[in-house]
């Protein structure tokens, strides 16, 4: 099984390929999804502290974790 290629390289940057805008729309679609479900256990719950839980591969932990507390935070 192959796999398309998502960025093509142009120098020091990186541009999307037409598989890699196909996967970008795809993952905002799930974020999307995911902001919604948030948004509707929030309404539901009340405005409590809230508490979210994820899993990654043991190999993006040391790097992506602090990255995303980051990014949710700000």
């Not at 960025?7 to 970008?24: I, M």
């Not at 043991?58 to 700000?74: C, N, Q, Y």
């Amino acid at each position: 099984m192959g796999r398309a290629r998502c960025v093509r390289p142009h120098g020091r940057t990186l541009s999307l390929t037409a598989a890699g805008r196909t996967f970008l729309a795809a993952v905002e679609r799930a974020l999307a999804d995911v902001d919604r479900a948030a948004e509707l256990r929030t309404r539901r719950r009340g405005p409590r502290r809230r508490q979210d839980r994820f899993g990654l591969p043991a190999h993006d932990g040391s790097e992506t974790v602090p990255e995303l507390i980051r990014a949710f935070r700000a």
